[in-house]
């Protein structure tokens, strides 16, 4: 089962910045919080990942509480080819138990 | 790099065939992982291999399930005899440990079972 919650839906408006969220409710301190996406009948796409820090790489940023118990994944300025299912795991640093959970499906309205 | 590349793309066939999907990594990557995505149980990790082993098979469903990996650019997935619960798409990822933990997935296999 996965070891994270987010909701399972959202929609953001074409051009705004879109801000989903996860909670982290068991995550243990060697667990990194990772992202992917999966856009429409094509496999899944890494994203981001972090541990403490915040992130940010050309595709998105990560925002990590102090406590580590939530993060957000924002995309800074939404267009229609961001629509697709988000997911947030966390896993160990070279861990390969990913549990991708259901995800939150994103829709960039136009 | 043309990426993780599976094959088909596409499977039809009738309950109790032998059913094989291929997986070809990313050259150069060590981990090679098989996952199953279904509506009802979303995506899940059925079995990785380490350069070319298998090391953790837990979410293999049963026996009717194997996978190989004869090398490091080849993988099958293999259910004999199928049921039409095997439906679903199955995907192949693989990534390096040099790198960050990023798995790079193929585009998937769909599979019906009829």
């Known amino acids: 089962d996965a070891k994270t919650t987010q909701p399972t839906s959202m929609d953001c408006a074409e051009g705004r910045a879109a801000n989903l969220p996860c909670n982290h409710s068991?995550?243990?301190?060697?667990?990194?919080v990772y992202w992917y996406r999966q856009i429409h009948s094509q496999g899944p796409q890494y994203i981001i990942h972090?541990?403490?820090n915040n992130e940010t790489n050309e595709m998105a940023s990560l925002i990590i509480t102090e406590d580590r118990k939530s993060s957000t994944l924002i995309l800074p300025h939404a267009t229609l080819r961001d629509t697709a299912v988000y997911y947030c795991?966390?896993?160990?640093?070279?861990?390969?138990?990913?549990?991708f959970g259901t995800g939150t499906s994103l829709t960039v309205i136009p | 790099d043309a990426g993780v590349i599976q094959s088909p793309r596409h499977e039809v066939t009738e309950m109790g065939q032998e059913v094989t999907l291929r997986c070809k990594p990313i050259?150069?990557?060590?981990?090679l992982f098989w996952y199953r995505q279904t509506m009802m149980r979303g995506l899940e990790l059925l079995i990785y291999?380490?350069?070319?082993?298998?090391?953790?098979d837990s979410g293999m469903p049963e026996d009717r399930f194997s996978a190989k990996m004869p090398n490091a650019s080849f993988s099958t997935l293999k259910i004999q005899p199928s049921e039409p619960r095997d439906s679903a798409v199955y995907f192949c990822?693989?990534?390096?440990?040099?790198?960050?933990?990023?798995?790079?997935f193929g585009p998937g296999t769909r599979l019906t079972v009829l």
């Open positions: 990822a693989s990534r390096s440990r040099r790198s960050s933990n990023e798995q790079f």
């Open positions: 068991t995550i243990s301190g060697n667990e990194y």
């Open positions: 972090g541990l403490k």
């Open positions: 795991i966390d896993s160990n640093w070279g861990g390969n138990q990913f549990y």
């Open positions: 050259s150069g990557h060590d981990y």
């Open positions: 291999f380490n350069n070319n082993v298998p090391i953790d």
